[in-house]
């Protein structure tokens, strides 16, 4: 009926959607969405139904999306030993020490368990790793980023 190919339909259902999801996403204001659009080249009637379709809509997006975002698994305890190998039959003088933990996790409201071992040094290195990602979550960057994100 319309005459266009179905490659063109597609690909403007397409944008469509991204178009609207990315800015009920970001939830960014009328004006904002109008600049974004007025871009694109339409007409001025179209950018008006756009916005209208954008505003009417955002909310219910907001919602499918939180819907569709995967549950993950929370924190809830851990459980942790050392275990330190002080000889065997072949060698008589060795220490061998090994961290175990036992992560206790909440995942839709089950209670699920990993064992995890681990030599002292990779531990450590974890450590510095993880309190290296906490640093910079404290950057003006990320938190430009995180704000945006809400």
């Known amino acids: ?8 339909i597609q690909r403007g259902v397409e944008g469509l959607t991204y178009l609207l999801t990315e800015s009920s996403k970001l939830m960014i204001s009328e004006i904002d969405f109008q600049d974004s659009i007025h871009v694109l080249g339409f007409s001025d009637e179209l950018n008006k139904l756009l916005l209208q379709l954008y505003l009417d809509n955002r909310k219910e997006i907001r919602s499918i999306l939180s819907e569709l975002a995967p549950k993950l698994p929370s924190y809830h305890n851990l459980e942790w030993r050392l275990d330190v190998q002080l000889a065997s039959r072949s060698l008589r003088q060795q220490i061998k020490p090994a961290v175990t933990m036992k992560l206790h996790l909440n995942q839709n409201e089950d209670q699920i368990a990993q064992v995890l071992q681990t030599d002292p040094s990779t531990l450590l290195h974890l450590i510095q790793q993880l309190e290296q990602a906490l640093g910079e979550i404290k950057t003006n960057h990320c938190r430009r980023i995180v704000r945006n994100m809400k």
């Open 1 to 8: 009926k319309l005459n266009v190919g179905v490659d063109t």
